[in-house]
C-alpha cells in the first residue's frame, strides 16, 4: 500500500468563494438546466481526446485496449445519475486543481470589480473555467472518482455538496478514467430517466467522436435485465471531405435538422482552417414556409465547437438577410463564455460570418448561372432577403446585385430579366434605367406611367415587392447607369409629336378644368398639369423633384397606422376621352354633379395606381353614383 492509500479521508477548502460562485452557477448563469450533462460530457470527450492523443506515442498507460467510450447509467429508484468515460484520468493533484480550483485568481475581486463597474453576470463569469460545476444544478452532492492513466498513480474520489469545502480520499478503482456519481434533487429526478437523457444527447452531443452508452435496467417478465445501446450518432457530417459524402447523406441530414419534409433546395459544404478553422454545412429550403412542423419563431444556425453543440440560433454567424439559410457552425476557433451559450465579439466571429456569407452568395451566383429553374424557384420564395441585403449591407452590395431579378415590361408572366441583360438591350441614346413600384405585376403593367415607355419601346423593370422602394432608395447605380422611378416630376424624356385626329381640349377648355381640380382637390394636390408623357391613360400622380422618400411611400403605408397620403402633382392628358368629355361638360353644365366626382373617382384612381391609397372601401359609394348616371344617360 502506498503512502496516498494510507492517507485518511481529507477535507480541504475550496480555493475561491465558491459558495459564491456556485450560487450563481446554479441559479442565474445557465438558462436550461439540462446543460449540466452537455458539459459533462463534454469534459469527458477532452478526457478521451487526450488520452488517444497520449496513445499514439506512449503504450505504458493503464488499459490501454480499453474502448474509449462514455457511458450513463441510471438508477431511476434512487435519483442516481452515473457518468463514466475510460478518458486520461486525474490523480490527486489534478483532481485538486481541475475541481477544488475555480479560477487561478481570487473570485473576490472579479465580483467586487464588477459591482463597482456595474458590469453584467457574463462579463464576470467569463473569467472562469466552471462548466464541471453546472452539476450542482441538479446534484444534491457529488462523487467524482478517477484513476490516472499513469500505471503507477493512485486512484482517487472527491466529494462535495457544493458548500464551501470538499472531500479527498483515496479509492479503489482499477480502470483508467473517471466516474461521475450524482445524486440528483428531489426536483430533478427527470434527469433518471434513460428517455431524457438520450433526449439532451441527441440534441447537444450527437456528435460527439467517441460512443456515447447509455446503460438502464428494463423490466421484462417479472425481472429486471439491464440494456446498454449507444445513443449518439457521432459522424458529423459536416466534419466529413464533400467528396465523401453522398447525395441522399445530405437529404436526410437535412430533414432531420429542420423538420422539412422536401429536400433542400440547394447546400453549401465548407471545410477551411484559414485564415479561420471552420467546418459548416448550410441548406437553403425549397420553400419559405415549410409546415407547421418545421414553423421556427427563431432563426439562425446551430452553432458547434468540436462536434459540441454551443447554441441553436445563433444570428452572429450570418447577415440578417440570409436568415432563411440553415445548417450548423462547428469552429474551434470560437471563443465562448463560461456557459457556451453566448459567443463573444471577436475578429474570428467576423471572419467566420464573411467566409460564409460569401460562400452562400457565390454558390447562389452558381446556381443562377447552371440551372435557370432551379434558381427561379428561389427567387419566387427568398428573392425578397437578396433584395433586403442590396438595401442594408453595402459591402455585398456588389454582389448581391447580380442576384437581382425582375419582371419587366418586355418579359412574359414567367420570365425574369437581370440588370445585365437590362442594360444590354438599353437603346443607345438612353442613359437610365427605368422602373415602376407597384402592387403586383399585372396592375403595374397597367401603370399610366409606362404610356411613354410601351409607346417609345422603353423597357421599364416592375418592382412590386414593398421592400423594393427600401431597395431602390440605397441602389442608386449600376455599371454607371442611375436607377429613374418613372413617376419622377423632373424626369427629362424627348416629347414625341403626335397627329391625333380627335385633338386635345382647348387650351382655355382645358385651364378651365385645371382650376376646377385644384379647387376640390386643394391640399391634396401639389399641382394640377398637363402630361407630356400619357398616351393612353386620362391622369396619373408624379413625384415632385428632389422628394427623398417617394421610393418608399408604399413601404410606409403598410408599416405606419398614421400614415398621411403623400402630396403629388396630378397629371392630366388632353387628348383623353374623359378629360375632353369632362371638360365639355363643365362648359354645358358647371353645375353638375358628375364634375366634381368625377374628380375625385379620378383623383382615388391614381392613388390606387400607385398603391398609396389610405381607404380604398371610401370609393365605393362615388362609383356607384356615377354608374347610375351612366345606366341612365344623365
Known amino acids: 500500500m ?13 480555493r475561491t468563494e465558491v459558495r459564491q460562485l456556485l450560487d450563481i452557477l446554479a441559479h442565474s448563469l445557465y438558462t436550461e438546466r439540462e446543460i449540466f450533462l452537455r458539459e459533462l460530457i463534454s469534459n469527458s470527450s477532452d478526457a478521451l481526446n487526450r488520452i488517444q492523443f497520449e496513445m499514439l506515442t ?41 475541481l477544488g480550483t475555480i479560477a487561478h485568481s481570487g473570485a473576490r475581486s472579479f465580483l467586487q470589480g464588477a459591482k463597482e463597474r456595474g458590469a453584467s453576470l457574463d462579463e464576470v463569469i467569463g473569467q472562469f473555467g466552471v462548466g464541471f460545476y453546472s452539476v450542482f444544478m441538479v446534484a444534491q452532492e457529488v462523487t467524482v472518482t478517477s484513476r490516472s492513466y499513469r500505471p503507477d498513480d493512485q486512484a482517487w474520489s472527491w466529494h462535495s455538496t457544493g458548500e464551501s469545502a470538499y472531500e479527498l480520499s483515496p479509492a479503489d478503482k482499477s480502470s483508467r478514467g473517471t466516474e461521475i456519481v450524482i445524486q440528483l434533487k428531489d426536483d430533478a429526478d427527470e434527469f433518471a430517466s434513460g428517455w431524457r437523457l438520450e433526449q439532451i444527447v441527441k440534441k447537444h452531443s450527437d456528435y460527439v467522436s467517441f460512443p456515447i452508452y447509455l446503460v438502464e435496467e428494463k423490466e421484462r417478465e417479472g425481472e429486471s435485465e439491464e440494456t446498454r445501446r449507444m445513443v449518439n450518432r457521432r459522424t458529423a457530417l459536416w466534419r466529413q471531405s464533400p467528396q465523401g459524402v453522398e447525395a441522399e447523406q445530405y437529404v436526410d441530414f437535412y430533414k432531420q435538422l429542420s423538420y422539412d419534409a422536401e429536400a433542400p433546395l440547394l447546400h453549401v459544404h465548407l471545410i477551411t482552417d484559414a485564415p479561420v478553422n471552420l467546418r459548416s454545412l448550410l441548406f437553403i429550403p425549397s420553400r419559405r414556409d415549410r409546415g407547421l412542423m418545421s414553423a421556427q419563431s427563431e432563426h439562425g444556425l446551430h452553432l458547434y465547437s468540436r462536434k459540441i453543440l454551443i447554441q441553436n440560433h445563433n444570428r452572429e454567424l450570418l447577415p440578417d438577410y440570409l436568415r432563411f439559410v440553415v445548417g450548423v457552425v462547428d469552429s474551434e476557433d470560437l471563443p465562448l463564455n463560461v456557459s457556451r451559450e453566448t459567443v463573444q465579439s471577436n475578429p474570428n466571429i467576423r471572419q467566420i460570418r464573411r467566409a460564409l456569407s460569401n460562400r452562400v452568395i457565390r454558390e447562389l451566383k452558381s446556381l443562377a448561372d447552371g440551372d435557370r429553374e432551379k434558381y427561379r424557384r428561389f427567387w419566387q420564395e427568398f428573392g425578397i432577403f437578396v433584395k433586403e441585403g442590396v438595401a442594408s449591407d453595402p459591402t455585398s452590395q456588389s454582389s448581391l446585385v447580380e442576384l437581382l431579378r425582375f419582371h419587366s415590361s418586355k418579359t412574359g408572366p414567367e420570365e425574369w430579366v437581370t440588370l445585365a441583360q437590362y442594360t444590354e438591350r438599353m437603346g443607345v441614346e438612353q442613359e437610365q434605367i427605368y422602373y415602376v413600384l407597384g402592387e403586383d405585376v399585372k396592375s403595374v403593367a397597367r401603370s399610366p406611367h409606362l404610356d411613354y415607355f410601351r409607346a417609345n419601346n422603353i423597357e421599364v423593370l416592375y418592382l412590386v415587392d414593398p421592400i423594393d422602394g427600401y431597395m431602390t432608395s440605397m441602389l442608386r447605380e449600376y455599371e454607371g447607369k442611375s436607377l429613374q422611378n418613372v413617376d419622377d416630376a423632373g424626369l427629362k424624356l424627348p416629347e414625341k409629336e403626335r397627329e391625333d385626329a380627335a385633338g386635345k381640349v382647348a387650351q382655355t377648355d382645358f385651364d378651365a378644368l385645371v382650376g376646377r381640380v385644384k379647387q376640390r382637390l386643394g391640399e391634396r394636390v401639389a399641382d394640377v398639369r398637363e402630361s407630356k408623357q400619357l398616351v393612353d391613360n386620362p391622369c396619373r400622380l408624379v413625384s415632385p423633384e428632389n422628394e427623398f422618400d417617394r421610393d418608399m411611400q408604399r413601404l410606409r403605408r403598410l408599416m405606419e397606422q398614421d400614415f398621411q397620403t403623400p402630396v403629388k402633382i396630378l397629371e392630366l392628358n388632353r387628348r383623353h376621352g374623359l378629360v375632353r368629355n369632362l371638360a365639355a361638360l363643365m362648359q354645358n353644365d358647371s353645375e353638375s354633379r358628375l364634375i366634381d366626382a368625377t374628380i375625385e373617382q379620378l383623383f382615388a384612381n391614381a392613388l390606387l395606381v400607385e398603391g398609396i391609397h389610405p381607404n380604398p372601401a371610401e370609393m365605393v359609394e362615388r362609383i356607384q353614383m356615377l354608374m347610375e348616371a351612366a345606366v341612365s344617360g344623365v
Do not use: K
Open 2 to 14: 502506498t503512502q496516498e492509500t494510507a492517507q485518511a479521508t481529507e477535507s480541504l477548502e475550496y
Open 58 to 98: 506512449n503504450s505504458d498507460v493503464v488499459d490501454h485496449d480499453a474502448e474509449l467510450a462514455v457511458t450513463l447509467r441510471v438508477d431511476r429508484e434512487n435519483r442516481r445519475l452515473v457518468i463514466s468515460d475510460s478518458g486520461i484520468g486525474m490523480n490527486r493533484e489534478e483532481l485538486v486543481q481541475n
